[in-house]
């Protein structure tokens, strides 16, 4: 009997705890339910310049003493909140350094996340009422998008909701970010000029529409040498018969589709393009060659090679316009690349892109005959591709999602929310990654793999560690061991340049790292071999190793001649990556290494060994990470290339010198030029980081000398808007090429990854290719500086740049709406002049349109027309297929 009692008891409080858990989660769900559908979230940037407006940004640490205000506002639409137990979780890409509210406060978990909780002395948020929270964040924020969507609330058991305003992966985070207008300056030195209507007006004044006549066999890129005849073919209706025998069947399948695509059939009746290789007639290595002799009756190729035939081709496409008659002039050209490597990288780990938006990327580098795709597979927000036998790293580290413990997937980044079902998560399967290098190869553009480390690997370590965990509680303490990727000893204090801890640095002193780094590049070379496309680079990344609080902008608490310029931190207790690792202490105490700060580049140096032994033998890597080698020589590989992205303002037309004199080839890839996800304009309306330039616009592009860094100077500007002045004080050999590159931190979707790319590619493609005549060749200690030298031909310049913005509004963007691409269309510029509505663009062709009744009405701009004093008037441009438009501006 008393067992029984005993038993019914136990039953009860069984029963009664049970009831009191489940009771608990749904008190806790019901907070989260409550609070994400009746709170509103309002972020306005108040001051960009708080340092010079009474804040001591210096005392509060900020790097080079730079901070900002901001006020957070949470509006409350409901009845009153009364309970502490919950949290906001949200992304903010600065660092918070002060909360000024008592109620809450806001503790930064890794990377940008970061979370509000009330304090002890949180009382409510009554009911129908607004609570604001000012913080104060280092450096500033000038762009729209610094914002990133997707706050959430939590609660102790309940499942993760976001907060229902915040809820876009657009680009139109409206809902919940005040416009900032008065604060778009970062500093008081600043001179850049902000693009509205009026300025953008002034901007595109130089630039004049050309007629049809002026732009005939125009071919973009241009060719090097070109003779224009006086004939013109039609070639409409008969079609072309492509004769290209010595092409391979999937380059001439990509031609083929490329004619019927402008409504040009292929047919054995049609007018015939013949091709040959005969590579005696060039140049030795002038891969890619061709000459092209368009005759009344027949067009006739001669190329170097088979990629040549293809260019070849491809200028014959360039020549047809998509809905005018379809005619192409008579012209003999002799063409041939100016830089071996053509290329642009592009960034999936930050946010995911879709294979079939990759492929579109693939076909336009072939059409503007860029060759070179260098694919960011891997960083510390995202591993993005399946490696057999490691399915931590996919089924892991390719997802973000709400889980503190990070034992299912990495924590939410950049605005991915709590669960996996944005383009925070995702990767290629091993077939989509074979199938993207085919795709690729039959366009003639090399596939370049970057797994980056040992920096921006917390991906890997994370998802390493997992597996580290797995199999230790099965009892397999070796293989748990054997890819495992950091030290257990290493106690460092580290913080990366996006606010990661230690666990975003692969250890280089680890032979599990090794062969964690085999295993990698074995599979990954596996893939190329099947898809047919042997692996020839590997790309190693390298970049920003380092603890940003040891950086110049920061200075120790005991410093003796402290100043008000930079943060002022105790630097006693921060370390370099793996300084306190017991493995990386014995590398330095057997003098493996000169110090910790060397295990970057000796790290580099034992990859580049496995790499060799792949069959490998050129290895690629972001300049710093070969800092402390001491040439080229160094590496086991014949070739390494050094992706150079030191800003030109800050000394970079000088350090490229550098790399080249210690043997390294250089791809120029500099960040205040060639980056795509820099803003096109200073409007805090366009997205993008803006940490290397205030904008990066096809006209700059146009513009620069990428053989010549120095002579920049005389064309630019640097990101404050003001002129610089450049010299290069040592030889320099010549760059091996030139690349964009495509960052993805706030380009969360496929279609903002086309508007940060096109057309602004099509300028990156005009330098790759073609030298043009006002480009000066480098020399050693010229000196250039803008409105102080004058080597440049500015008239030159001007006209070169008039008819390649006439070629991209005239004909390029109406290929690629042809190709369903969702590239940018320009704002235009307008003004009220005289009573009346001046507008112009920069790609003269585009259709602009004005509304005088808030976009109630639109009508097609074609000359000045009179406006009524007081009216505002909106502007816009519209796309040539008539789909889409421009962002829409306001002017009285």
């Not at 604001?132 to 610094?146: A, F, K, L, Q, R």
């Not at 260098?374 to 390719?398: A, K, N, Q, V, Y």
């Not at 808007?721 to 931190?745: C, D, L, R, V």
């Amino acid at each position: 009997m008393k067992k029984i009692k005993t038993a019914i008891l136990a039953t009860s409080i069984a029963s009664l705890l049970s009831m009191g858990a489940t009771q608990s989660v749904f008190a806790s769900q019901q907070i989260v339910d409550s609070m994400s559908s009746q709170l509103n979230v309002k972020y306005e940037v108040i001051d960009n310049q708080a340092g010079a407006h009474g804040v001591n940004c210096s005392a509060l640490g900020a790097d080079w003493a730079a901070c900002n205000k901001v006020l957070i506002s949470l509006k409350n639409n409901g009845p009153a909140i009364k309970d502490k137990d919950w949290a906001i979780y949200f992304n903010n890409i600065r660092m918070i350094l002060a909360v000024n509210n008592e109620q809450f406060k806001i503790t930064h978990i890794t990377g940008d996340l970061h979370k509000i909780e009330p304090t002890e002395k949180f009382t409510s948020i009554p009911a129908h009422s607004t609570i604001n929270i000012p913080i104060i964040g280092e450096y500033w924020m000038v762009s729209e998008s610094d914002l990133m969507p997707r706050w959430y609330i939590t609660s102790s058991h309940a499942k993760p909701k976001i907060i229902a305003n915040t809820n876009t992966g657009t680009d139109n985070l409206s809902a919940f970010v005040a416009p900032i207008q008065q604060n778009w300056k970062r500093t008081a030195d600043d001179h850049n000029t902000l693009m509205t209507p009026n300025t953008r007006f002034q901007y595109n004044s130089d630039i004049k529409k050309l007629s049809a006549e002026s732009l005939r066999g125009q071919i973009l890129p241009t060719p090097a040498k070109m003779t224009l005849g006086k004939e013109d073919i039609t070639i409409g209706q008969q079609g072309v018969n492509l004769i290209l025998n010595d092409l391979n069947q999937e380059s001439l399948t990509i031609l083929n589709t490329a004619f019927n695509a402008l409504g040009i059939p292929v047919t054995q009746n049609g007018y015939k393009i013949k091709a040959t290789i005969a590579p005696e007639q060039f140049k030795q290595g002038q891969l890619g060659g061709y000459q092209l002799d368009i005759k009344k009756d027949e067009a006739l190729i001669v190329a170097y090679d088979e990629s040549g035939i293809f260019y070849a081709v491809q200028s014959i496409l360039s020549l047809i316009p998509v809905n005018e008659l379809k005619t192409i002039p008579t012209l003999n050209v002799f063409d041939s690349p100016r830089f071996a490597y053509r290329g642009i990288m592009l960034d999936i780990g930050r946010n995911f892109k879709s294979k079939a938006s990759i492929m579109r990327l693939l076909d336009q580098m072939a059409k503007y005959k860029l060759n070179k795709f260098h694919f960011h597979l891997s960083d510390d927000e995202g591993w993005r591709i399946e490696i057999p036998d490691l399915p931590e790293l996919t089924d892991i580290g390719s997802k973000r999602c709400h889980d503190l413990t990070e034992q299912s997937c990495l924590l939410p980044q950049l605005g991915s929310g709590p669960e996996s079902n944005t383009t925070g998560s995702g990767f290629l399967s091993r077939q989509d990654y074979i199938d993207i290098v085919k795709y690729a190869k039959a366009r003639f553009i090399e596939v370049i793999p970057e797994i980056d480390m040992p920096a921006h690997a917390r991906a890997a370590i994370v998802s390493m560690e997992a597996r580290y965990k797995r199999l230790m509680a099965e009892g397999k303490e070796a293989q748990a061991n054997e890819f495992r990727l950091v030290d257990p000893t290493d106690t460092s204090n580290t913080t990366t340049v996006q606010f990661y801890n230690r666990l975003s640095y692969l250890n280089p002193c680890l032979d599990s790292s090794k062969r964690f780094v085999n295993k990698i590049i074995d599979e990954i070379t596996k893939m190329h071999i099947e898809a047919g496309q042997p692996l020839h680079t590997w790309h190693f990344g390298g970049d920003e190793a380092k603890n940003i609080r040891l950086g110049a902008g920061y200075q120790d608490l005991q410093a003796k001649d402290k100043t008000d310029a930079k943060g002022t931190i105790d630097q006693s207790i921060e370390d370099h990556p793996w300084a306190k690792s017991q493995a990386c202490q014995t590398f330095v105490s057997k003098g493996k290494v000169k110090d910790i700060e060397h295990l970057p580049s000796y790290f580099a140096q034992q990859v580049s060994t496995i790499i060799k032994s792949h069959g490998i033998n050129h290895m690629q890597a972001w300049q710093d990470g070969m800092k402390y080698a001491d040439n080229a020589k160094s590496f086991a590989v014949d070739k390494v290339t050094v992706n150079f992205w030191d800003t030109l303002y800050w000394g970079g037309f000088d350090s490229v010198n550098e790399w080249s004199n210690k043997g390294y080839q250089v791809i120029i890839s500099n960040p205040d030029y060639v980056y795509l996800d820099m803003p096109y304009e200073v409007n805090p309306k366009e997205s993008g980081y803006y940490w290397a330039t205030r904008f990066n616009d096809e006209r700059k592009i146009f513009s620069f000398a990428p053989n010549n860094l120095p002579q920049n100077a005389e064309t630019s500007v640097d990101r404050d808007g003001n002129p610089f002045t450049a010299k290069g004080t040592m030889n320099w050999s010549g760059a091996y090429g030139i690349s964009a590159q495509i960052w993805t931190e706030d380009i969360r979707t496929d279609k903002k990854m086309e508007y940060m790319t096109f057309p602004r590619l099509l300028a990156v493609a005009e330098r790759a290719w073609h030298q043009a005549d006002w480009e000066i060749d480098y020399q050693k200690d010229r000196e250039f500086a803008q409105g102080t030298t004058h080597y440049v031909d500015q008239q030159q310049l001007l006209n070169d740049w008039i008819r390649f913005a006439n070629l991209v509004g005239q004909r390029e963007l109406q290929k690629l709406d042809l190709a369903s691409i969702d590239y940018r269309l320009p704002v235009p510029g307008a003004k009220i002049e005289n009573g009346q509505l001046v507008a112009n663009i920069v790609f003269p062709g585009l259709t602009i349109e004005y509304s005088t009744n808030q976009g109630k009405n639109w009508y097609r701009y074609t000359e000045p027309v009179g406006i009524r004093k007081g009216e505002t008037v909106s502007v816009r441009s519209v796309s040539p297929n008539h789909k889409r438009t421009s962002r829409i501006e306001e002017l009285k």
